[in-house]
T-cell receptor, first 111, second 114 residues
């Protein structure tokens, strides 16, 4: 039972444009969400997080939006750069420790 | 070293053999997690250690899987009588659980069972 879903396995975006990666979850008890970025042959690296008390968190070119009523979060990258090409995972937690990960979205930024 | 390290980076084993995977977390991180990622799938939680508390083993897929952690340092994940479906990348992560939810991942061990 996949509690966190990333329905788009891949996404291609032109350099300089906005990349929008989406994530849906089913458990209304989830209160903390993270995005990770993963390059081939490396472990995931933390990108940005958001708690359920907020609906937006911004860090440089990266912004995460949370819509609790829709159980949906999204990661916006603007402007997109070729170095952003990677697999992006969203993750969610209900009690702060066990995280459930999505299946990932492979982003390709075309120069 | 500054990051989480894992060994070996690659392991090929025959079906039915036992394997041990090692994780060295970041010094001072009290929480340690094991995940596995099978081809085309997301990260699957296996087990979680937090300080001296009993580990959360709820993600272990069968009794062939076990893990130990020595204090707040090294952890080993053991898979007994390996099966082909155990082939995956096994990732370890650590965090300052009391302070931050941010998990720092190691590079993973790619396990192939032939």
């Amino acid at each position: 039972d996949q509690q966190v879903k990333q329905n788009s396995p891949s996404l291609s975006v032109q350099e300089g444009r906005i990349s929008i990666l989406n994530c849906d979850y089913t458990n209304s008890m989830f209160d903390y969400f993270l995005w990770y970025k993963k390059y081939p042959a490396e472990g995931p690296t933390f990108l940005i997080s958001i708690s359920s008390i907020k609906d937006k968190n911004e860090d440089g070119r990266f912004t995460v939006f949370l819509n609790k009523s829709a159980k949906h979060l999204s990661l916006h990258i603007v402007p997109s750069q070729p170095g952003d090409s990677a697999v992006y995972f969203c993750a969610a937690s209900a009690i702060g420790n066990q995280f459930y990960f999505g299946t990932g979205t492979s982003l390709t930024v075309i120069p | 070293g500054a990051g989480v390290s894992q060994s070996p980076s690659n392991k090929v084993t025959e079906k039915g053999k036992d394997v041990e995977l090692r994780c060295d977390p970041i010094s001072g991180h009290t929480a340690l997690y094991w995940y596995r990622q099978r081809l085309g799938q997301g990260l699957e939680f296996l087990i979680y250690f937090q300080g001296n508390s009993a580990p959360d083993k709820s993600g272990l897929p069968s009794d062939r899987f076990s893990a130990e952690r020595t204090g707040e340092s090294v952890s080993t994940l053991t898979i007994q009588r390996t099966q082909q479906e155990d082939s995956a990348v096994y990732l370890c992560a650590s965090s300052l659980a009391a302070v931050s939810y941010e998990q720092y991942f190691g590079p993973g061990t790619r396990l192939t069972v032939t």
